[in-house]
T-cell receptor, first 119, second 114 residues
Framework: AQTVTQSQPEMSVQEAETVTLSCTYD???????LFWYKQPPSRQMILVIR??????QNATENRFSVNFQKAAKSFSLKISDSQLGDTAMYFC????????????????FGKGTHLIIQP | DGGITQSPKYLFRKEGQNVTLSCEQN?????MYWYRQDPGQGLRLIYY???????QKGDIAEGYSVSREKKESFPLTVTSAQKNPTAFYLC?????????????FGAGSRLTVL
């Protein structure tokens, strides 16, 4: 079984600052995916960024980037030039690699970090 | 527009009653999932189904039941055996094969037991 740990229940930064959210995970799998999801007050889950474990290059999506350290089982999210609209719950999630042609067994989520961007 | 529709958005139930939450998708996705969200607990997997007429228990299946008679639909029944059913419930779906690593989520259903 996999576990995902987010050690920061809440963080608060000023608008335009850079913030890093931490995530560690535990698994015996060698191939897997890692994700960061955002859940704003509407409670709609929004995919922020995805990382394939077999890729050494860190994923980047505009202002969002990750620091993936496979040996350390660490997967942090950096948000640059933070904006008021970034205020949300952020969840780190793990997915075991689906079997060829098959479906996924679902995501394992951390407990989340509540990020507040102050004006 | 393609997406996942969960209904009702809010539901109130008396103790001892069963209630069914609806999840419908028009994305032509094969796999569907149900998650429960509690404050401070993140999302936990209840049940999932990768094909019609087949489903598997997740981490917290006790007190819940599902069916998958149609590809588009994956209803969740919260039974009276569920000891603490008040929660936010999220449905998700994904493709199988190369697209299996991307889950699309519905807007959720809030269940309150009175």
């Amino acid at each position: 079984a996999q576990t995902v740990t987010q050690s920061q229940p809440e963080m608060s930064v000023q608008e335009a600052e850079t913030v890093t959210l931490s995530c560690t995970y535990d698994t015996s799998e060698s191939n897997y995916y890692l994700f960061w999801y955002k859940q704003p007050p509407s409670r709609q889950m929004i995919l922020v960024i995805r990382q394939e474990a077999y890729k050494q290059q860190n994923a980047t999506e505009n202002r969002f980037s990750v620091n993936f350290q496979k040996a350390a089982k660490s997967f942090s999210l950096k948000i640059s030039d933070s904006q008021l609209g970034d205020t949300a719950m952020y969840f780190c999630a793990f997915m075991k690699l689906p079997s060829s042609g098959g479906g996924a067994d679902g995501l394992t989520f951390g407990k989340g970090t509540h990020l507040i961007i102050q004006p | 527009d393609g997406g996942i529709t969960q209904s009702p958005k809010y539901l109130f139930r008396k103790e001892g009653q069963n209630v069914t939450l609806s999840c419908e998708q028009n994305l032509n996705h094969d796999a569907m999932y149900w998650y429960r969200q509690d404050p401070g607990q993140g999302l936990r997997l209840i049940y999932y189904s990768q094909i019609v007429n087949d489903f598997q228990k997740g981490d917290i299946a006790e007190g819940y039941s599902v069916s998958r008679e149609k590809k588009e639909s994956f209803p969740l029944t919260v039974t009276s055996a569920q000891k603490n059913p008040t929660a936010f419930y999220l449905c998700a779906s994904s493709l199988r094969g190369p697209g299996a690593n991307v889950l699309t989520f519905g807007a959720g259903s809030r269940l309150t037991v009175l």
